[in-house]
């Protein structure tokens, strides 16, 4: 063991008490408030997996000097353009939300 990793080692061992392992873990928790921490992740993770350029998978490719994503035929179709694929991508959402409020409006 290097010598600074022993002593991260001993300084974390020497506060965790060998009796009380599970209160050591549920202190942490309740002072760290991780619950809340990873209830955030959680959710951030769900939004991500339900963004329309993740469900609906659009096709990427390069038009002109930017990048487009793009779903279904012209006009009708969705496209989102960008500089890079991920700003292509943010472009492709919002076009997807105005396209079904512009649905609701309509229908």
Not at 18 to 35: C, H, R
Not at 56 to 69: H, K, M, S, V, Y
Not at 97 to 107: L, P, T, V
Request: with cysteine; proline share 5%; glycine share 8%.
């Amino acid at each position: 063991m290097s010598d600074t990793y022993s002593a991260v080692y001993e300084a974390v061992r020497s506060r965790i008490p060998y009796t009380d392992i599970s209160g050591a873990v549920i202190q942490v928790l309740q002072n760290e408030d991780i619950g809340f921490k990873v209830t955030q992740m959680l959710e951030a993770i769900r939004e991500e997996q339900t963004r329309p350029c993740i469900l609906l998978r659009p096709e990427i490719t390069i038009d002109g000097n930017q990048w487009c994503a793009s779903y279904g035929n012209m006009p009708q179709g969705i496209q989102g353009f960008g500089d890079t694929p991920a700003m292509a991508m943010n472009e492709f959402d919002k076009e997807y939300y105005n396209a079904k409020i512009e649905i609701k409006k309509g229908g």
